[in-house]
């Protein structure tokens, strides 16, 4: 059976999970889905990255010990997950004791890319992030994330030799080895590559941030939250010796936010070389979300909680949204508005009443018996390589444009016009081609709508019609603000 293997980026808990996080969750449980469909055997991982000194100082702030504020944003993440309809088969935390110690395996068996030099530069908490002259020239000495000023830091840290594989990294990516989607992104990280990789420092001194994973044989030091995290791609595997590891590696597809993609299209490469084990297959680099066009804070007002639309829309009201809506290869900006548009038109009036249509006409005019259903089989290969290039909304297109086709046969078709004429075999034979249509839709749906595709399933696949009180997407009244 094929393995296949694709993971989340793991965000942070210095705060509850935003709506970003949330499409990201959704982006790699269309690729999960659809590979378990095609009958590969699949691992999907997620998880939340917990060291580091910004934990730590929002801990204190609370009250509270490092784990205990990590144990409590972290069950906001895995409830993210259960809302969604999430399909992972693993939640790492790099608090988990099997992660720590295969992080230290990982620091050990990259021995010979690490050196101890001192460091001086500009660093900011808030980022858990060093930062450049220049950066912190633009921003006037003070971190715009975070309103803060840059602490200047002079002290000795060890280092990774990231610079040793500027060649070899941009060589995998343009042979295509290692896939960047969308194009933008990859031309971003050769361009950053091309003016060479410089070395970086991979700890920080344990008198300054204790909360962190000791450096093997150095207690003095802590490894740095950044570099560590990313070695759970491949801990949640067992690496080095379960086998798993041995299974899974090298990861189908990896999914991240375009903030991070240095880390994960140079750093964590590097890292991989380093370790004389393959990179990842495919790295889909997404963009960020807006709220009626403005970056979403809490002083303005328009921070989005996944859990505010999927009480009014639902889970898969959610989903369609966030898939087919929001630019797959570009931002994308969230609407209430326009989510109340999408939902109306496309799910309730389009998707909706096609299936309530037919299987009232089914019921009215055939008892509810369904006739002998055709095979509608239609070319796939758009749909498909949509979904292999990330191009979600794209696929949800191709899917779309089954469902406005299927409407049209019916406005054409005119059954209950048929009826009238008592036709019962040509009817027959329409109504059959509606219900093998709608599963064929169906089948389509299950990586991005797996609730609405089951009960299409479930109303027409016993061979009579199985319709429930309520309709799949009810329509919604916006009231006026």
């Known amino acids: 059976m094929p393995k296949y293997f694709v993971t989340t980026s793991i965000p942070y808990v210095n705060a509850e999970p935003h709506i970003g996080f949330a499409m990201e969750l959704l982006y790699a449980d269309v690729l999960a889905r659809r590979a378990r469909q095609m009958g590969d055997e699949v691992v999907f991982s997620t998880g939340t990255d917990e060291h580091g000194g910004k934990i ?11 784990k205990e504020f990590a144990d ?13 309809n999430i399909s992972n088969d693993r939640f790492i935390r790099t608090t988990d004791e099997g992660h720590e110690e295969r992080a230290k395996l990982i620091w050990k068996a990259l021995k010979k890319d690490i050196y101890k030099g001192k460091y001086t530069g500009w660093y900011c908490t808030g980022d858990e992030a060093f930062f450049t ?33 500027s060649q070899e990294i941009a060589k995998y990516i343009n042979d295509n080895r290692f896939t960047i989607v969308p194009p933008s992104r990859r031309n971003e990280i050769l361009n950053v590559i091309k003016g060479g990789l410089t070395d970086i420092s991979i700890s920080r001194p344990a008198d300054k941030i204790k909360w962190g994973i000791p450096v093997p044989g150095d207690t003095h030091q802590v490894m740095y939250v950044w570099f560590e995290a990313l070695m759970n791609y491949i801990t949640v595997l067992g690496y080095p010796e379960h086998q798993d590891f041995k299974n899974f590696w090298p990861a189908n597809v990896q999914v991240i936010g375009k903030d991070i993609l240095r880390f994960h299209a140079a750093i964590w490469p590097a890292m991989l070389l380093s370790l004389g084990i393959a990179l990842p297959k495919q790295l889909y680099v997404h963009g960020h979300i807006t709220s009626d066009g ?36 570009e931002d994308g900006d969230f609407s209430w508005d326009r989510l109340a548009a999408a939902y109306n038109n496309e799910l309730a009036n389009e998707l909706g009443n096609a299936v309530q249509r037919t299987a009232a006409m089914i019921n009215q005019f055939q008892d509810g018996i369904i006739g002998v259903t055709p095979d509608v089989g239609h070319d796939l290969a758009q749909y498909e390589e949509a979904i292999t290039l990330c191009k979600f909304d794209r696929a949800l297109d191709e ?41 064929n839709i169906a089948n389509l749906l299950v990586p991005f709508l797996p609730d609405t595709a089951d009960k299409i399933r479930a109303i027409f696949q016993a061979g009579t019609v199985q319709l429930g009180e309520t309709t799949l997407f009810p329509r919604i009244e916006v009231k006026e603000a």
């Open 72 to 84: 409590k944003i972290s069950k906001h993440f895995e409830a993210l997950g259960d809302l969604l």
């Open 56 to 66: 730590a100082e929002k801990a204190e702030e609370l009250g509270l010990k490092p």
């Open 399 to 439: 899917v779309w444009e089954q469902i406005r086709g299927l409407n049209q046969y019916i406005d054409e078709e005119k059954p209950w016009v048929i009826a009238k004429d008592d036709d019962a075999d040509h009817l027959r034979t329409v109504l059959a081609y509606q219900v093998s249509t709608l599963m």
């Open 133 to 165: 002259e220049t950066e912190v020239k633009a921003n006037n000495g003070v971190c715009p994330n975070h309103n803060r000023p840059y602490e200047k830091i002079e002290e000795e840290n060890y280092f990774f030799k990231l610079s040793n594989y």
């Open 294 to 329: 403005k970056k979403m804070s809490k002083t303005l007002g328009n921070v989005i909680k996944p859990a505010d639309i999927v009480d009014i829309y639902g889970v898969d009201g959610f989903r369609y949204y966030f898939l087919r809506h929001i630019p797959s290869y």
